[in-house]
């Protein structure tokens, strides 16, 4: 199985800031990799797909980057409605497995 | 609209069965690749299973394999995941998702599973 692991855990930063977080897989996953968003009582969204692409609707603020096995979710300029637990996951192959997530916090 | 609507949850026994639905509406299921995902309370999400376009493809995470089953029903547009030999640990919020090669881009509300005696 593909092994996902993101960095940091939490993430702290002040409105404005720039904000990125890691995954990096335990092997070669090409650009198959999507980012969500999880806010408390709700369902994750999706934020990126194929490692760059940006979901439809989601603010341009997010970007995406990398491909093999690292990759990075960038927050350009963090805003209070960012506050949220951040996944990354690979479909390259079954499982599907996600990253442990990373939790953004306002400072 | 895409929607996605789980039922099924509840509270059951260890060693019990479950058979959870995802009704889906707005788009085929048989064109999509269909997923369960799930959250254990303050954890992280794990994918549970998934079912490929034309159903003859299924996989399982290891720690649901020989025990969790994903069908679906094309007539009702329905996504099944039938549940049994229930342990503690797969005390969750069982997710139902629509996915493709933009990743799983519509979910349900979830349904939340409890196995406790």
């Known amino acids: 199985d593909i092994q996902m692991t993101q960095s940091p855990s939490t993430l702290s930063a002040s409105i404005g800031d720039r904000a990125t977080i890691t995954c990096r897989a335990s092997q070669s996953i090409d650009s198959w990799l999507a980012w969500y968003q999880q806010k408390p009582g709700q369902a994750p969204k999706l934020l990126i797909y194929q490692a760059s692409k940006l979901e439809s609707g989601v603010p341009l603020r997010f970007s995406g980057s990398g491909s093999g096995t690292q990759f990075t979710l960038t927050i350009s300029s963090l805003q209070a409605e960012d506050v949220a637990v951040y996944y990354c996951?690979?479909?390259?192959?079954?499982?599907?497995?996600f990253g442990q997530g990373t939790k953004v916090e306002i400072k | 609209e895409v929607q996605l609507v789980e039922s099924g949850g509840g509270l059951v026994q260890p060693g019990g069965s479950l058979r959870l639905s995802c009704e889906a509406s707005?788009?085929?299921?048989?064109?999509?690749?269909m997923h369960w995902v799930r959250q254990a309370p303050g954890k992280g999400l794990v994918w549970v299973s998934h079912i490929n376009r034309d159903g003859t493809m299924t996989n399982y995470a290891d720690s649901v394999r020989g025990r969790f089953t994903i069908s679906r029903d094309d007539a009702r547009n329905t996504l099944f995941l039938q549940m049994n030999s229930l342990r503690p640990e797969d005390t969750a919020v069982f997710y139902c998702?629509?996915?493709?090669?933009?990743?799983?881009?519509?979910w349900g509300q979830g349904t939340l599973v409890t196995v406790s005696s």
């Open positions: 707005g788009f085929t299921i048989s064109d999509y690749w």
């Open positions: 998702a629509r996915g493709d090669s933009s990743g799983l881009g519509y």
């Open positions: 996951q690979q479909y390259s192959s079954a499982p599907d497995t």
